[in-house]
């Protein structure tokens, strides 16, 4: 079964063309990985991504309101 899910928050990640932002995820099931549609942000493309191509970029405004260390995600 296929499910697309659309994000209602701004999720920045990095992918191996560049930062950009996730605008839907697709989900084929448990024996395929998440495809992620991002919009990159320097070259404005839009491609898709699995999952472990991908990384969530790193927040500095949540981690100093939580006291935390910055460099984790």
């Not at 839907?24 to 448990?30: A, E, K, S, T």
């Not at 970029?57 to 935390?68: D, L």
Request: with cysteine; hydrophobic share 35%; net charge negative.
């Amino acid at each position: 079964m296929n499910t697309i899910h659309e994000l209602n928050q701004v999720l920045w990640v990095e992918t191996p063309h560049g930062d950009g932002v996730v605008l839907f995820l697709i989900d084929y099931g448990v024996h395929e990985n998440t495809i992620y549609v991002v919009a990159l942000q320097d070259t404005r493309e839009i491609k898709h991504y699995n999952s472990n191509q991908i990384k969530i970029c790193n927040n500095h405004t949540i981690f100093e309101a939580y006291g935390k260390s910055s460099n984790r995600v």
